[in-house]
């Protein structure tokens, strides 16, 4: 197994939905490389598996035509795609690589009732001249905005399969003799292999840029009420939860609106409304299609801020060199589900989302606290234990119901594992890190196909009447 960068779990990118928002962006900026050169004169986009079934809620048909286009998930505002996409409408062209190609999105973006052999989310797209196939790639969006085509992967972590790192990690065993090695954290370890990827500075500058970007999106979800699209008719929580723990009707800015938090009273009830603000607040944005960091995946984008902030607001603080260790030590578990098991609901159902986002924040908050590397550990293992067999069914394929709710419960949950692993002896545990990586993707395997990201059981099944609405 290739050897991960954090930076290969941690993405900015933009809502709603990392293996079918992301992923399908990301294809259709590698086709362009692939067309260069070419006389296109036509585009056609074919979806199957999950990415059909809830393709359109997850916005994978607006992922592939801004990739197509040549916007950056990272950089594009996200404001802007509703004039874009209006173009595109009414001139039924692309603009691909400077040049003006024929599209429609209405017959163009074709959403098949058919599942690929290769994975659950697989996007085909073709080029055309003169109605001659000139060019085509198959692509996978196999979770977390990491893609494959055909065989070949196409993410950093390709690269990174060639680079020998000075303490390989591909199990939890490997990190805990790691540990163990250099008599340091889990933070340090990874520290020391991503060394090996880029310099020290770059590193802290890249984790700096994902933690304003996580409290960013945190303050603009506060401060945003409204429904959120896609007809579900979801109204938007945070802000009205956050006024109502702060008594404060508008921020002039977010200093204010964290010098507001500070103040704020710090009872049990208080305390735990403020994490739920701060995950729904997330996943509020990327229901909307904001911008996110990918924590491993959009869906889940809200459990590692929000229990950061849990710590930033409401524990003993140790300064930003802490906040990047949390990253850190989060990232790594996160490798280690990414190699061991998955991090797609279109393979392993919400528990690859959720599950896999709760317990790398149980690992990260474990070690600020001041948790051994073995506690970290078993707190991740904990968080995990407690959403084995947690199933994806969102209504309407939107990434709403459950989907929002469901980060301030993961990230709830990781701060109870981390309090529990904090307060236990590791050695007397009857569950590693790597048994229950093993029972998940084992779990996974055995999900019923309609429990994956595909609107087609639980609550998605039985709310038909919703669903029509979407």
């Not at 035509?65 to 996200?78: C, H, I, M, S």
């Not at 889940?300 to 929000?306: E, K, L, N, Q």
């Not at 949390?326 to 609901?345: P, Q, V």
Request: aromatic share 8%.
């Amino acid at each position: 197994m290739e050897s991960i960068s954090i930076f290969d779990i941690f993405k900015i990118g933009v809502g709603p939905s990392s293996s079918h928002t992301l992923g399908p962006w990301k294809a259709a900026l590698d086709f362009l490389h692939h067309i260069d050169g070419l006389e296109v004169d036509h585009i056609v986009v074919q979806l199957f598996g999950s990415l059909s079934k809830t393709g359109r809620g997850h916005a994978t048909d607006v992922a592939v035509q801004l990739g197509l286009e040549g916007y950056d998930p990272v950089t594009v505002d996200p404001n802007a795609f509703e004039s874009i996409l209006n173009r595109i409408v009414a001139e039924q062209t692309l603009i691909v690589n400077g040049k003006i190609v024929e599209f429609s999105p209405s017959r163009d973006i074709v959403f098949l009732d058919a599942n690929h052999v290769k994975h659950p989310n697989v996007l085909i797209i073709k080029a055309f001249n003169q109605e001659m196939l000139i060019k085509q790639e198959t692509y996978a969006s196999v979770g977390g905005g990491f893609i494959e085509r055909e065989i070949e992967e196409l993410d950093a972590a390709a690269a990174a399969v060639f680079v020998k790192l000075p303490y390989p990690i591909q199990s939890g065993d490997d990190l805990r003799k790691a540990c163990d090695k250099i008599k340091g954290e889990i933070s340090d370890v990874v520290i020391l292999n991503e060394l090996y990827f880029g310099g020290a500075e770059e590193i802290h500058a890249k984790i700096d840029e994902l933690l304003e970007t996580m409290l960013e999106c945190v303050y603009r979800g506060c401060m945003t009420g409204g429904m959120l699209p896609g007809g579900l008719n979801v109204k938007r929580r945070a802000k009205d939860l956050c006024y109502q723990l702060t008594g404060e009707a508008e921020y002039t800015s977010r200093d204010e609106w964290i010098e507001a938090i500070e103040n704020s009273n710090r009872d049990f009830n208080t305390v735990n409304k403020w994490i739920s603000c701060f995950a729904l607040a997330v996943n509020e944005e990327n229901a909307a299609l904001s911008r996110v960091v990918t924590s491993p995946t959009n869906g889940a984008a809200g459990v590692i801020p929000a229990v950061l902030l849990y710590y930033y607001f409401f524990c003993d603080y140790g300064g930003k060199d802490t906040a990047r260790r949390f990253m850190l030590t989060a990232g790594e578990i996160g490798c280690l589900f990414k190699k061991g098991a998955t991090i797609s609901a279109a393979v392993g159902g919400c528990q690859a989302e959720i599950g896999v986002s709760s317990s790398m924040a149980a690992a990260a908050l474990t070690e600020v606290l001041g948790g051994s590397p073995e506690q970290a550990m078993m707190a991740a293992e904990i968080a995990m234990e407690h959403h084995l067999g947690l199933t994806c069914d969102p209504i309407g394929g939107l990434v709403q119901i459950p989907c929002i709710e469901r980060n301030a419960m993961g990230a709830m949950k990781a701060i109870t594992a981390a309090n529990l692993a904090i307060s236990s002896d590791p050695s007397s545990a009857i569950v590693n890190l790597d048994t229950v990586i093993k029972t998940m993707w084992d779990t996974a395997q055995d999900m019923n196909g309609k429990y994956k990201e595909t609107s087609e059981g639980g609550l998605a099944f039985n709310l038909p009447v919703v669903m029509a609405n979407c």
